[in-house]
Nanobody, 121 residues
Framework: QVQLVESGGGLVQAGGSLRLSCAASGRTFNGAVMGWFRQAPGKEREFVAAITWRTTATYYSDSVKGRFTISRDNAKNTVYLQMNSLKSEDTAVYYC??????????????WGQGTQVTVSS
């Protein structure tokens, strides 16, 4: 059974930083694209960032480009999202995902349970 477990969320002041982690277990993720998404109250889920497993090519939404960094540790089957210069509009539940069905901004086969990030202004 595939499991994705996020951690690292919390409450932070605007301008601060947080690092989210996503630990994957249950299958080998070599070659898999991993992504981060978020969903704010009353809004649709949106793409945040993605990373390929072998080439480490990275992709970001325009709203986080230059502030967030996605990375991975293959040996630990873990993906990270370093979030700097946080803004109140970054407040959301953040989800880790693995194995997109088509492109990295779309739906994925596996999802974590989510971790809450709250940015106070």
């Amino acid at each position: 059974q595939v499991q994705l477990v996020e951690s690292g969320g919390g409450l932070v002041q605007a301008g601060g930083s947080l690092r989210l982690s996503c630990a994957a277990s249950g299958r080998t993720f070599n070659g898999a694209v991993m992504g981060w998404f978020r969903q704010a109250p009353g809004k649709e889920r949106e793409f945040v960032a993605a990373i390929t497993w072998r080439t480490t090519a990275t992709y970001y939404s325009d709203s986080v480009k230059g502030r967030f960094t996605i990375s991975r540790d293959n040996a630990k089957n873990t993906v990270y999202l370093q979030m700097n210069s946080l803004k109140s509009e970054d407040t959301a539940v953040y989800y880790c995902a693995a194995h997109p069905y088509r492109d990295y901004k779309g739906d994925y086969a596996y999802w974590g349970q989510g971790t809450q990030v709250t940015v106070s202004s």
